[in-house]
């Protein structure tokens, strides 16, 4: 097996059980993982994010 595809699969097993994993804790945080592997990214995704400082900007910033 290519050492290039052993990692990748190590990275999408770890995503995958923690997701799972944090899929199964009633506390209402959930994420989800995608997997691109035709060009190697991993994204994950938490839904619930919620920008506790969010500022409105008046002037575009050059």
């Given at each position: 097996?290519?050492?290039?595809?052993?990692?990748?699969?190590?990275?999408?097993?770890?995503?995958?059980?923690?997701a799972e994993y944090r899929?199964?804790?009633?506390?209402?945080?959930?994420?989800?993982?995608l997997f691109d592997d035709e060009h190697g990214?991993?994204?994950?995704?938490?839904?619930?994010?919620?920008?506790?400082?969010?500022?409105?900007?008046?002037?575009?910033?050059?």
């Amino acid at each position: 097996m290519d050492t290039k595809l052993k990692y990748q699969e190590i990275i999408k097993s770890i995503l995958t059980e923690t997701a799972e994993y944090r899929a199964s804790i009633p506390d209402g945080y959930n994420f989800q993982v995608l997997f691109d592997d035709e060009h190697g990214r991993y994204l994950v995704l938490d839904p619930t994010f919620r920008t506790l400082n969010c500022h409105k900007v008046k002037k575009p910033l050059k």
